[in-house]
């Protein structure tokens, strides 16, 4: 089946320094979608994007959809301490309507003051 | 505006016993998906539902799983004879109709002793 591969696996930065993150696959994805999951609590979405080649951001988030549609990457610039989750991309492989969402294994964040 | 709404959170049951888990999706939304989490994974689909429909359930185990979501009333994930391996985090999502964004609910924590 598809599988998305995330890495880093972990990070442990200090506040303030940027963040980079990424997906790859080996197959061909349609929509990325990037969430943030805190401890004991369902994943909150952050951004998504439609398009290869697309730069979208949220504040201090940036993410882009990789040209060959096999990958995406997730910035975050200026980090604060309640950065401090795990992260999951997740991606769309399907045609004209939508459905299941395949997750990467997730980039835990750790900011130490 | 009320997110995504799952019940119980916590939810302990004996090997042998069925659990029931609940989900409501956002106002408007007619889709929903369920996803289990196991500790320190990334979210695997199970099930896709519209209203009275399974739209794709590629994810679900073959045996003691079942999902509905009934004309009225919310979305149900049932789990008979339950056992230790079933004990995981369960997300409930919900979009609207033509929209690849999957919201999600806090989620609904299944121990099996």
């Known amino acids: 089946g598809q599988q998305l591969n995330q890495s880093p696996q972990s990070m442990f930065i200090q506040e303030g320094e940027d963040v980079s993150m990424n997906c790859t696959s080996s197959s061909i994805f349609n929509t990325w979608l990037w969430y943030k999951q805190d401890p004991g609590e369902g994943p909150v979405l952050l951004i998504a994007?439609?398009?290869?080649?697309e730069l979208t951001s949220n504040g201090r988030l940036t993410a882009q959809f990789g040209i060959t549609r096999k990958d995406s990457f997730l910035n975050i610039s200026a980090s604060i301490p309640s950065d401090v989750g795990i992260y999951f991309c997740?991606?769309?492989?399907?045609?004209?309507?939508?459905?299941?969402?395949?997750f990467g294994q997730g980039t835990i964040l750790t900011v130490h003051p | 505006n009320a997110g995504v709404m799952q019940n119980p959170r916590h939810l302990v049951r004996r090997r042998g016993q069925e659990a029931r888990l609940r989900c409501s999706p956002m106002k408007g939304h007619s889709h929903v998906y369920w996803y289990r989490q196991l500790p320190e994974e990334g979210l695997k689909f199970m099930v896709y539902?519209?209203?009275?429909?399974?739209?794709?359930e590629s994810g679900m185990p073959k045996e003691r799983f079942s999902a509905e979501f009934p004309k009225e009333g919310p979305s149900i994930l049932r789990i008979q004879q339950v056992v230790r391996g079933d004990s995981a985090a369960y997300f409930c999502?919900?979009?609207?109709?033509?929209?690849?964004?999957?919201?999600f609910g806090p989620g609904t924590r299944l121990t099996v002793t």
């Open positions: 997740a991606g769309f492989a399907g045609g004209t309507s939508y459905g299941k969402l395949t």
């Open positions: 994007l439609y398009k290869a080649g």
């Open positions: 999502a919900s979009s609207p109709t033509g929209s690849a964004e999957q919201y």
């Open positions: 539902l519209q209203k009275e429909n399974i739209i794709d």
